[in-house]
């Protein structure tokens, strides 16, 4: 049975860093990413990494303040979180097995966390 189990979220302040892990278990992942989805707006992609880790994607609005790395056991994926800002606030999903590689697109994700929720006051 797959499974992807999201933690690490919480409520900081802005300029605070957080890590969120996802700990994927049923099979082995290709690529993977994380998403987020602030209350009223529409899931939007943050980060996503090739299986190997050596190629990584991340939205423009977070480029050079979040960091996505895979664990050891590949079925791990963290989301290194630095210089947060209000803005960030959201719930983060995490997301394996993309059909397309390391992408985007949400829909090439087949399988997705519950998701856990991040808040950064001001």
């Known amino acids: 049975q797959v499974q992807l189990v999201e933690s690490g979220g919480g409520l900081v302040q802005a300029g605070d860093s957080l890590r969120l892990s996802c700990a994927a278990s049923?099979?082995?992942?290709?690529?993977m990413g994380w998403f987020r989805q602030a209350p009223g707006k529409e899931r939007e992609f943050v980060a996503a990494?090739?299986?190997?880790?050596?190629?990584?994607l991340y939205a423009d609005s977070v480029k050079g303040r979040f960091t996505i790395s895979r664990g050891n056991a590949k079925n791990t994926v963290y989301l290194q979180m630095n210089s947060l800002k209000p803005e960030d606030t959201a719930v983060y999903y995490c997301?394996?097995?993309?059909?397309?590689?390391?992408?985007?697109?949400?829909?090439?994700?087949?399988?997705w966390g519950q998701g856990t929720q991040v808040t950064v006051s001001s």
């Open positions: 990494i090739s299986w190997s880790g050596s190629s990584t």
């Open positions: 049923g099979r082995t992942f290709n690529a």
């Open positions: 997301a394996a097995d993309s059909r397309l590689g390391v992408t985007r697109r949400a829909s090439a994700y087949d399988y």
